[in-house]
Structure formats: C-alpha cells, structure tokens
Nanobody
Framework: QVQLVESGGGLVQAGDSLRLSCAAS????????MGWFRQAPGREREFVSA????????YYADSVQGRFTISRDNAKNTVYLRMNSLKPDDTAVYYC????????????????WGQGTQVTVSS
C-alpha cells in the first residue's frame, strides 16, 4: 500500500506557473505508475497526466499538452506536475494517484489517491 500527500497548490494569476508535488510513503514507490487528476466544482474528476515507473513514458490530456510537465524522482519518492501558462479553466482540486500495475490514465485505474491540493487561477 502507498500513501500520497500532495502540496504546492495556491492562488495564482493567469499566465503564472506552479509546481505540484506528491510525496509517497513506502519503499516500493519506484514500482508504481503515477498520475495526476483534477476536479473542478460541479464537474467530474478528469485525467491530467501520468507517468510510468521509470519516468520514460508520459501521457497528457489534450487540454494541458505543451503547458504541463510530469516528472518523478524515485530517490525522493515524489512525483511532480509543473504547470505553466495557467488558465482560469485550470482551476480545480488536483489529485495524485498511483497504480502498481497499470499507468493510471483513467479514474478507474487509480488504486490509491491523495487528499488533493487546490489550484485557483484568477483572470
């Protein structure tokens, strides 16, 4: 089992950048594929980005492609989401997710969730 704790959210203006972090407990972090999802008020949770265990394979939602970058540091048990050129539409609670067997590109593929971190982008 793995426990996930997100951090790095906040209130920013359109065009600004943020870096989210997700710290994982346990010695087997390097064997988990990781993902980021987000949920805006009144909307379903949606996929943002995912990365395989080694960091060699990455996926992005079309809405963030070219603006967001996912990465991981297995020595630090941490996965990151660098968000550039933020837009008001990026406002949501961002969640970190983990899967021990498959890359979590769907909500249904997330085995473990963090508690989320709020990102608010003002226009």
């Amino acid at each position: 089992q793995v426990q996930l704790v997100e951090s790095g959210g906040g209130l920013v203006q359109a065009g600004d950048s943020l870096r989210l972090s997700c710290a994982a407990s346990g010695r087997t972090f390097s064997t988990y594929a990781m993902g980021w999802f987000r949920q805006a008020p009144g909307r379903e949770r949606e996929f943002v980005s995912a990365i395989n265990w080694s960091g060699g394979t990455k996926y992005y939602a079309d809405s963030v492609q070219g603006r967001f970058t996912i990465s991981r540091d297995n020595a630090k048990n941490t996965v990151y989401l660098r968000m550039n050129s933020l837009k008001p539409d990026d406002t949501a609670v961002y969640y970190c997710a983990a899967n021990s067997n498959r890359i979590p590109r769907l909500v249904s593929l997330a085995q473990y969730w963090g508690q989320g971190t709020q990102v608010t982008v003002s226009s």
